[in-house]
């Protein structure tokens, strides 16, 4: 479920500062603390509230969604260690879907761009023509009054809440550190990745005047 403050509604779109956000409204009694829920789903009551997201560099989302789990020092999603021997004879047993976001294999775990080449290939791509990036916001940024971006998401999370008719104290959200940073080094992408990612996530890139970022290429 969404999340509902007392008048508007969080749309979360996993991979874009989402926890941060939280903690500004938790801290600003707007909400309490309560895990982070990426649905579409918005509650029968909030269906008329004012509804905002936050979306960012589709190039930085990917190299953020293959970060992750590394940074959390986590397992996968079915408990297995992708750290293992045994993660690739596992991973068979569990059956994978090639659309899931999780690395399949080990070589997946290690090399972003291999990963990278999976998910810019899967079938929800090949369905629906757009990058998994882009279709994540975009279910999120149809639903949404006010988009604001996680390059600017401290002004943009003023603005929304402003704009919603919240009332909170802004120096809270001016002045709150960063949460879940990852302390992971960037990897560099390679040049089919980057091109694909430009031509698959166009219309994100465009519209909301992205760059290709500071990221390395070989």
Same mark, same amino acid.
């Given at each position: 479920?969404?999340?509902?403050?007392?008048?508007?509604?969080?749309?979360? +779109?996993?991979?874009?500062?989402?926890?941060?956000?939280?903690?500004?409204?938790?801290?600003?009694?707007?909400?309490?603390?309560?895990?982070?829920?990426?649905?579409?789903?918005?509650?029968?009551?909030?269906?008329?509230?004012?509804?905002?997201?936050?979306?960012?560099?589709?190039?930085?989302?990917?190299?953020?969604?293959?970060?992750?789990?590394?940074?959390?020092?986590?397992?996968?999603?079915?408990?297995?260690?992708?750290?293992?021997?045994? =993660?690739? #004879?596992?991973?068979? +047993?569990?059956?994978?879907?090639?659309?899931?976001?999780?690395?399949?294999? +080990?070589?997946? =775990?290690?090399?972003?761009?291999?990963?990278?080449?999976?998910?810019?290939?899967?079938?929800?791509?090949?369905?629906?023509?757009?990058?998994?990036?882009?279709?994540?916001?975009?279910?999120?940024?149809?639903?949404?009054?006010?988009?604001?971006?996680?390059?600017?998401?401290?002004?943009?999370?003023?603005?929304?809440?402003?704009?919603?008719?919240?009332?909170?104290?802004?120096?809270?959200?001016?002045?709150?550190?960063?949460?879940?940073?990852?302390?992971?080094?960037?990897?560099?992408?390679?040049?089919?990745?980057?091109?694909?990612?430009?031509?698959? #996530?166009?219309?994100?890139?465009?519209?909301?005047?992205?760059?290709?970022?500071?990221?390395?290429?070989?």
């Amino acid at each position: 479920m969404a999340l509902a403050l007392k008048n508007s509604v969080f749309l979360h +779109v996993q991979k874009t500062g989402g926890h941060w956000v939280n903690d500004c409204l938790v801290k600003c009694n707007l909400t309490e603390k309560c895990p982070i829920d990426h649905s579409d789903e918005i509650p029968k009551e909030c269906e008329n509230f004012f509804k905002f997201t936050f979306i960012r560099n589709p190039i930085d989302w990917y190299v953020s969604r293959w970060r992750c789990p590394h940074h959390r020092g986590r397992c996968w999603w079915n408990g297995i260690d992708p750290t293992s021997p045994k =993660f690739n #004879d596992e991973c068979e +047993v569990f059956k994978l879907k090639l659309d899931f976001l999780d690395a399949q294999n +080990v070589n997946e =775990f290690n090399d972003f761009n291999v990963w990278m080449k999976r998910i810019l290939n899967c079938s929800l791509v090949q369905k629906n023509n757009i990058g998994i990036a882009s279709l994540y916001m975009q279910r999120k940024i149809n639903l949404s009054n006010f988009v604001g971006k996680k390059e600017n998401i401290k002004n943009d999370l003023i603005k929304a809440l402003t704009l919603a008719g919240e009332v909170f104290d802004k120096e809270i959200i001016e002045n709150n550190k960063p949460v879940h940073v990852s302390q992971i080094l960037k990897p560099q992408i390679s040049k089919e990745n980057l091109h694909k990612i430009l031509i698959l #996530d166009r219309e994100i890139i465009e519209k909301y005047k992205y760059g290709k970022c500071n990221f390395k290429l070989f």
